[in-house]
T-cell receptor
Framework: EPEVTQTPSHQVTQMGQEVILRCVPI?????FYWYRQILGQKVEFLVS????????KSEIFDDQFSVERPDGSNFTLKIRSTKLEDSAMYFC??????????????????FGAGTRLSVL | GQSLEQPSEVTAVEGAIVQINCTYQ??????LSWYQQHDGGAPTFLSY????GLEETGRFSSFLSRSDSYGYLLLQELQMKDSASYFC???????????FGAGTRLFVKA
């Protein structure tokens, strides 16, 4: 069964450093997402990406964050200068475009296993 | 804006039925999704309702009442492995942004 893969599973970094979190979405999906989950809290939307551009972003996704699809398979989240409060689990997800039938009608998002980011 | 409310935790015994409620406020409504997340795991899709009524998928069912801005997830024949967090979620029109509720932690006891 196809799956979303994320690397690394755990990233430890010093405050102020740049990190890049990597994701390989499911190959025939066209919508890509990043979410953040602080331990014990809810899943928070960060950004969505479609047709090589950001479709929507939340207030969390400030100038320190950027996303890129550098090639046909990878989707990355960069945090330019990490802060202590960026420590969280980061999930990548992908989906078909919203449609009117089948799986497309349900906006099913497939999540990767996540990258745990620890900022020291 | 969009917001969702669900109970923070629910406890039930193995074999029982449990209902997890979700009320939402959205500027536009496209549908209500439910995701399951085990500790340390990723959210996985369970169910989706775009129209009023009940959707059944095995032991899990989901209900929606758009007039009441309310839905619920029904889990039957509870098993220990159902102990997890359950999130309701709403996508905005176009599906570009999905807002998750705070999650309901389900504890299943023997």
């Amino acid at each position: 069964e196809p799956e979303v893969t994320q690397t690394p599973s755990h990233q430890v970094t010093q405050m102020g450093q740049e990190v890049i979190l990597r994701c390989v979405p499911i190959s025939n999906h066209l919508y890509f997402y990043w979410y953040r989950q602080i331990l014990g809290q809810k899943v928070e939307f960060l950004v969505s990406f479609y047709n090589n551009e950001i479709s929507e972003k939340s207030e969390i996704f400030d100038d320190q964050f950027s996303v890129e699809r550098p090639d046909g398979s990878n989707f990355t989240l960069k945090i330019r200068s990490t802060k202590l409060e960026d420590s969280a689990m980061y999930f990548c997800a992908s989906s078909y475009p919203i449609g009117t039938s089948g799986e497309s009608a349900k906006n099913i998002q497939y999540f990767g296993a996540g990258t745990r980011l620890s900022v020291l | 804006g969009q917001s969702l409310e669900q109970p923070s935790e629910v406890t039930a015994v193995e074999g029982a039925i449990v209902q997890i409620n979700c009320t939402y406020q959205t500027s536009g409504f496209y549908g209500l999704s439910w995701y399951q997340q085990h500790d340390g795991g990723a959210p996985t899709f369970l169910s989706y309702n775009a129209l009023d009524g009940l959707e059944e998928t095995g032991r899990f069912s989901s209900f929606l009442s758009r007039s009441d801005s309310y839905g619920y997830l029904l889990l039957q024949e509870l098993q220990m492995k159902d102990s997890a967090s359950y999130f309701c979620a709403v996508p905005n029109t176009g599906g570009f942004k999905t807002i998750f509720g705070a999650g309901t932690r389900l504890f299943v006891k023997a």
